[in-house]
């Protein structure tokens, strides 16, 4: 009898038949491998956080990155630290004292750069200002000159008001003064502190005549010194960084607020996020796959059996993983949930067909022979098929997926013989003989009639939703934009958008790398004439011009603010101080008054009356108080509206100490980031719309790269990255599919049974992809990686039907009432658990992926259990060709 079976078929029942009856030897040699891998694993398995390297440095815009990177490294991994002040000097003054913190830190930080607090910009940033603006500016100040003075001279409440009141006369009497800033400054300061959100004014805004802004920023760049042995590669410097604003005095309740984003952050906070979701998901899906895995099983031993199977299994192709590669990246790490998925698909199949034998009433050691060499002649069909799709991956320029190919078709042939060695002898002391059916099996069966019953109405169906795919097909699209990936409530993407939304600031720009200063000026010229181009940066502009015209205006600037001392103010007794303040205060609101009422058309009257308005709210608060606390308050008026003085006279005064520089007098931090030491330069070209829309992403790349083809910097990455991507995956799913279908006409012999393997896996293809569309569920850089599971599971479902069929010369009403379409059932609703619960993950990526499992699941479960008993209708023994 057994020389009529196939040597696979022979050769699989021997070898579940010798585990069961060795299972003593087999399950103690199992639990010492198991536990020399856990060991293996941990002492050796790395980790790579680096997302660079997932893609081939043979690609074109990968070279043109690695140039760029070794060229001007320290623009390379980088940390943006964004620091939110309601005034100018706090922004600046913050900035200055966390940059001189850092720096003292190498330990965490390569390299800290704040551009706007460097000296060398305080001296000469007027030179950086057009004609016109200085001489508005020189005229501004000629004018408030005399006012600032006398504040400067005593800086106190008292002499704030005495001098605004005096300002106002003289404005009552006809001189021409430029109050209106002054006068709504104050108020909001008032107002904002008797609200209980205090704020500062800003003197510097006074200066330059500007309206005073909601907030204001500065921005530091740091290289921390990343460890990519580490999960989490930038975690230690970033709380270095929160370490050392709490040393100068920055709380997260305070006026000051940090922000930390750039490409490190964004990596850290996109691993959190995903990590916690996985960690959620595995949760719920352990119970629901243990709930799942009993109803179709019926025994708990079986289940036990199953997840002792998919255990080892995945130990053992983690230690392969470490010996053939040595660590894993942030595709590769993906093989767990992969084997999960597949490798659940074996022992289930194995095992129910285990128990279907049985329960037709032969003895275990015949059941498990019977079961060993019927299921595995199909679970090694169904292995070389899902090798060889994994391993199409290999010869992609799409390394990280390379890697997850290598691990995961391994990892086929690992699971094919874990089921068949283990499973045998673990179901010795796990299983009983089932005394009768299970009630699932007809319950299924019956559902699946339909199918059969209806055929025609199957094949309408079938051939309406084709009509409908191919119509919506098109519509697929890649979204190239890594920040749609990520959590959106994450304190680094919010940031990193906010910065996105104003072009000009962008931290996503292009960079072209030139050999020397005319091609730089050439090329400017050349990219400024796009329209999709916003400004461009290069060495060359940082030399401003007209600097002895400029450096005229800013003599006259000097002498109009030479006068200005800023001294103490005056000592004096609580109550006296107390007294004079309120007195002032008084004199300026009256004041107030009888300018508005004498100058009721007055552009300064809305000023000064919501200045009076505000004085009296204070008032009325003041008469509700006691001296101490009327000390407190108006102390504290006193901060909010003199805090910033020194600060921004300093500042004026370092300004006018500009002198003439060329290139050569430019700072070293400056220089090196703009001029190579191997003499390129570096050409900045930033965007004029928000590039975080990847159709304005794709015109913004393309219309630089006509004019500079070897551009780079974040949107070419992005945009060239999601385009090989695409590509690789193209390329390995047409040789995953000739590899495929070679492989089922050698096993098969059949050209009608290879099409029949091949139709379901087709359709669920391209449902599912247009279920992307109906649901704007586009393809991303994470989510593609389910289409090598789907892949997998669909080859695996249709060719279980389809093997079954064949062996056991079953019509279609028959094969739906059989363990194997039961198998095919549970194996997918286990799947179907397992990713379902992504969709609830927070990293938007990790639940695009699960909702394309779920989708492409379901597809693969309708097109093998519906859709192809209605195309095996015919009895098997008339199709074989």
């Known amino acids: 009898m057994e020389a009529s079976h196939s040597y696979t078929y022979r050769a699989f029942a021997r070898c579940a038949r010798f585990s069961y009856h060795h299972a003593p030897w087999i399950l103690f040699a199992a639990f010492l491998i198991a536990i020399a891998s856990t060991v293996y694993v941990v002492r050796n398995l790395g980790m790579n956080t680096d997302t660079t390297d997932i893609l081939s440095k043979d690609l074109p815009f990968r070279a043109n990155s690695i140039h760029y990177n070794k060229t001007f490294p320290q623009e390379m991994d980088i940390l943006l630290l964004v620091l939110d002040a309601p005034t100018p000097e706090q922004a600046y003054s913050a900035a200055g004292q966390l940059a001189a913190r850092l720096k003292k830190d190498p330990k965490n930080f390569i390299d800290v750069y704040a551009p ?131 040393e100068i005095g920055l709380t997260e309740d305070g006026p000051i607020q940090l922000r930390v984003t750039g490409d490190m952050a964004l990596a850290n906070d996109e691993l959190k996020s995903s990590l916690s979701g996985m960690e959620y998901a595995g949760i719920i899906t352990f119970v629901l796959v243990a709930i799942v895995l009993y109803f179709a099983m019926r025994s708990i031993g079986m289940v036990l059996a199953v997840l002792l199977c998919l255990t080892l299994g995945l130990l053992l192709t983690a230690a392969f993983a470490t010996a053939a590669i040595g660590q ?97 002898a673990l179901l010795r002391y796990l299983s009983k003989r089932p005394i009768s059916e299970t009630s699932n099996r007809g319950s299924l069966g019956k559902v699946l009639e339909f199918s059969l019953n209806w055929r025609k109405l199957t094949y309408a169906a079938i051939l309406v939703l084709l009509l409908i795919a191919i119509a919506l097909l098109p519509q697929i699209r890649f979204d190239y934009n890594l920040l749609n990936m990520q959590d959106p409530k994450g304190k680094a993407v919010q940031t990193f958008r906010e910065l996105l939304a104003l072009p000009e600031h962008s931290p996503w720009y292009a960079i072209v790398l030139t050999k020397d200063r005319e091609e730089a000026r050439q090329l400017k010229d050349r990219l400024a004439e796009l329209p999709e181009v916003g400004k461009i940066i290069t060495f060359l502009d940082f030399v401003p011009t007209e600097q002895e ?230 393809f991303n850089f994470a989510n593609i990686i389910a289409l090598p599971l789907l892949l997998g599971l669909g080859i695996d479902s249709s060719l279980h039907m389809v093997h079954r069929s064949l062996d056991n010369h079953q019509e279609s009403e028959i094969l739906i009432h059989t363990s194997t379409a039961r198998a095919i059932f549970y194996s997918a609703l286990t799947a179907l658990v397992d990713f379902a619960s992504l969709m609830f993950s927070p990293h938007k990526g990790t639940a695009s992926m699960g909702a394309l499992l779920t989708v492409g699941l379901a597809f693969t479960l309708i097109c093998t259990l519906i859709i192809l008993p209605a195309l095996l209708r015919i009895p098997a023994q008339y199709a074989k060709s």
């Open 116 to 246: 706007n607090v460097d000296v060398f910009f305080e001296r000469n940033g007027l030179l950086y200002e057009n004609i016109s603006e200085l001489e508005r500016i020189t005229d501004r100040l000629a004018e408030a000159q005399p006012l600032i003075a006398r504040i400067a001279d005593n800086p106190s409440l008292h002499t704030f008001s005495s001098v605004l009141t005096g300002a106002i006369k003289e404005l009552s009497k006809g001189r021409n003064l430029e109050l209106g800033p002054v006068l709504k400054s104050m108020s909001d300061t008032l107002d904002a502190r008797l609200a209980g959100k205090p704020q500062q004014l800003s003197w510097q805004t006074l200066f330059r005549g500007e309206p005073q802004k909601n907030s204001y920023q500065e921005i530091i760049l740091v290289k921390p010194r990343p460890d990519y042995s580490q999960l989490f590669a930038s975690e230690q410097a970033i709380s270095a960084v929160h370490a050392a604003a709490r």
């Open 328 to 424: 894993l990246n942030v595709i590769s790490i993906a093989f767990a949930v992969l084997y999960i998925g597949l490798g659940a698909d074996f022992a289930i199949h194995f095992l129910l067909r285990y128990r279907e034998v049985l329960e037709n009433g032969q003895i275990s050691t015949e059941a498990m022979y019977k079961a060993g060499g019927e299921a595995g002649s199909a679970l090694a069909a169904c292995t070389i098929a899902n090798a060889i799709g994994f391993y199409a991956f290999i010869p992609t320029s799409y390394s990280g997926v390379a890697e997850l190919g290598i691990i995961s078709g391994t990892g086929m042939l690992i699971s094919l013989l874990v089921t068949f060695i283990i499973g045998p």
């Open 549 to 778: 015209e400029k450096l005229s205006v800013i003599e006259e600037m000097a002498l109009i603010i030479g006068p200005l001392i800023l001294s103490l103010s005056e000592p004096s007794t609580d109550k006296q101080m107390v007294m004079q303040q309120l007195e002032e205060l008084n004199a300026l609101s009256t004041a107030l008054g009888h300018y508005i009422k004498e100058h009721p058309e007055s552009s300064l009257s809305d000023s000064a009356r919501t200045l009076k308005t505000s004085l009296a709210k204070l008032f009325s608060l003041l008469d509700s108080m006691d001296l101490s606390d009327k000390k407190k308050l108006l102390h504290s008026i006193e901060e909010d509206l003199l805090y910033t003085l020194p600060i921004a006279i300093q500042r004026l005064r370092t300004s006018v100490e500009a002198t003439p520089f060329s290139e050569q007098d430019l700072p070293e931090p400056l220089s090196r980031r703009w001029l190579s030491h191997t003499g390129e330069y570096r050409i900045a070209v930033y965007p004029s719309e928000d590039i975080g829309d990847n159709k304005a992403l794709a015109g913004f790349v393309r219309a630089v790269q006509q004019i500079a083809p070897h551009a780079t910097g974040m949107p070419v990455v992005s945009l060239e990255a999601g385009e090989a991507v695409v590509e690789a995956f193209i390329q390995a799913f047409s040789l995953a599919l000739v590899g495929i279908t070679v492989a089922l006409l050698i096993l098969l012999r059949s050209i009608k049974y290879t099409l029949l393997v091949l139709i379901p896996l087709l359709l669920s293809s391209v449902f599912t992809g247009v279920f992307t569309v109906l649901l704007d569920i586009p």
